[in-house]
T-cell receptor, first 114, second 109 residues
Framework: GAVVSQHPSRVICKSGTSVKIECRSL??????MFWYRQFPKKSLMLMAT?????????EQGVEKDKFLINHASLTLSTLTVTSAHPEDSSFYIC??????????FGPGTRLTVT | GQNIDQPTEMTATEGAIVQINCTYQ??????LFWYQQHAGEAPTFLSY??LDGLEEKGRFSSFLSRSKGYSYLLLKELQMKDSASYLC??????????WGAGTKLIIKP
């Protein structure tokens, strides 16, 4: 299957700093990528849909000024958690849409804010 | 509203068979996915059904009934490595995945 990479896999940052997470589709082009957040023992929560060349569509309750998404190319989307706080600590997962029926997940990024 | 229901947790014995059920209500329907997720890892694709019936893939099979809004994942010859969460997700009319909360499967020796 298609490969999606995510970097970094783990990051620890101090409260008040910003963290950028990259999501790359390695062997296909993705006009649409998704960013999810997952709390322990919970299912995936869609945060936003990232469309190449246009603004991301955020789900209700997700602060777009806090979670900045950029999808500048067909193979790269970035999520920046600005002014991170301990409650932002979570597992962040991206996925890339290869077709209407195919969505491939990155390995996830474990963010810990101290 | 859109909703996916699946059991929170199930326990089964190594070597046995287990069936994980999922019911869904979505705005439009373009298929039903099953994903496996081990703790601390991202989900991995297991199956996709869009037509009624059973799709078999090795030890795993997935069934869909569109009229009933129902699917199940059947795991045979259970192995300890099958201990994981199993996520049911329906693709709605906008081709957006609607996720269930996941079923944690515990395999005992």
């Amino acid at each position: 299957g298609a490969v999606v990479s995510q970097h970094p896999s783990r990051v620890i940052c101090k409260s008040g700093t910003s963290v950028k997470i990259e999501c790359r589709s390695l062997d296909f082009q993705a006009t649409t990528m998704f960013w999810y957040r997952q709390f322990p023992k919970k299912s995936l929560m869609l945060m936003a849909t990232s469309n190449e060349g246009s603004k991301a569509t955020y789900e209700q309750g997700v602060e777009k000024d806090k979670f900045l998404i950029n999808h500048a190319s067909l193979t790269l989307s970035t999520l920046t958690v600005t002014s991170a706080h301990p409650e932002d600590s979570s597992f962040y997962i991206c996925s890339a849409r290869a077709s209407e029926y195919e969505q491939y997940f990155g390995p996830g990024t474990r963010l810990t804010v101290t | 509203g859109q909703n996916i229901d699946q059991p929170t947790e199930m326990t089964a014995t190594e070597g046995a068979i287990v069936q994980i059920n999922c019911t869904y209500q979505t705005s439009g329907f373009n298929g039903l996915f099953w994903y496996q997720q081990h703790a601390g890892e991202a989900p991995t694709f297991l199956s996709y059904n869009v037509l009624d019936g059973l799709e078999e893939k090795g030890r795993f099979s997935s069934f869909l009934s569109r009229s009933k809004g129902y699917s199940y994942l059947l795991l045979k010859e259970l192995q300890m490595k099958d201990s994981a969460s199993y996520l049911c997700a329906a693709l709605d009319s906008n081709y957006q995945l609607i996720w269930g909360a996941g079923t944690k499967l515990i395999i005992k020796p």
